[in-house]
């Protein structure tokens, strides 16, 4: 009989950043380190929303939502050197164009976003280092919406800048934004460095697909927020070589209230996005986790 893995105790472990106990093999419940922390991270993430990993008649895990709808975490397409984990297959993973256009949980879930304030690691990330820019569309859609008249009726007005923009309420980016704002807004009168930043302002949700691609943009879900639309973009930016100075000089202030909130940059891509923020907390739970692990 097929068994939920449960994630619960996992998920408290996580955020007590607790190491987690090591399971016997053969025990039906045993799931890899990197398994269980994607599914603690993801459940404290979207609470109600995740009920566990379950192996298929494969042996594959899946990702089984409340729903009953089931996502693949681990296709094995990457998985040829199962005990090589960690940067190489990492790297690997992220240099397949099919992780970006069809990634399955554990590979959207690969690359640790790296928190804090940009250094000179984070500066030069490797290329095809885009930690959560490979993204299940499954997940999102199943999350926030399938349509942008579902994914519209799950949003509330949110004040941003003397702006008022949809956001999705449902797992709390739209909550989570407001915070944001609350966060810059007491820094603003002492940093008029933040305004060619934040103004003028782009856009939270607009349904369309990425450019260049058919895979639909965060955007979609009311989940991203777009800063200056005039910062730079991958796709025409004419002088990518200044790129690592403009990710210092990006005011720490405002990523720090971003990454507080669960949101992620783009700014820290190899295929920058400087304007964009995302709503995604089950990968700061996990950079956070980490970090907290290998202290
Ligand atoms: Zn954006």
């Not at 994607?38 to 979207?46: K, N, R, S, V």
């Not at 993973?93 to 949980?105: E, H, M, T, V, W």
């Not at 859609?141 to 923009?165: I, M, W």
């Amino acid at each position: 009989m097929r068994r939920i893995i449960p994630g619960i105790l996992l998920a408290f472990l996580l955020l007590a950043a607790l190491p987690r106990p090591s399971l016997c093999s053969g025990e039906p419940n045993t799931l890899p380190d990197h398994a269980a922390i994607d599914l603690a991270a993801l459940q404290a993430a979207y609470p109600g929303a995740i009920k566990g990993l379950e192996r298929n008649a494969e042996g594959r895990l899946e990702l089984v939502l409340s729903t009953g709808q089931r996502l693949m975490y681990d296709d094995g397409r990457t998985d040829a050197a199962p005990a090589e984990a960690g940067p190489a297959r990492d790297r690997r993973a992220a240099d397949a164009q099919q992780n970006l256009a069809s990634p399955d949980i554990r590979t959207m879930m690969a690359q640790v976003y790296p928190l804090g304030p940009v250094d000179d690691q984070s500066a030069h990330p490797a290329p095809g280092f885009d930690p959560g820019r490979s993204r299940v569309q499954e997940l999102f859609t199943a999350l926030y919406g399938a349509s942008e008249v579902q994914v519209r009726k799950n949003c509330v007005p949110v004040r941003f800048d003397g702006h008022t923009l949809p956001a999705n309420a449902r797992f709390g980016a739209a909550q989570a934004l407001e915070r944001v704002w609350k966060r810059i807004e007491t820094l603003l009168p002492q940093h008029p460095e933040f305004l060619p930043v934040l103004r003028p302002l782009g856009e939270t949700l607009v349904w369309r697909v990425i450019a260049g691609t058919k895979r639909l943009s965060m955007h979609s879900f009311g989940i991203a927020l777009d800063v200056n639309p005039k910062l730079p973009y991958w796709r025409w930016e004419p002088h990518p070589e200044t790129i690592p100075a403009q990710c210092k000089a990006f005011p720490p202030e405002i990523l720090a209230a971003f990454e507080a909130e669960g949101f992620i940059w783009g700014g820290k891509w190899a295929s920058f996005d400087l304007m964009h923020f995302e709503y995604r907390p089950e990968l700061i739970l996990k950079a956070r986790a980490l970090a907290q692990q290998a202290r």
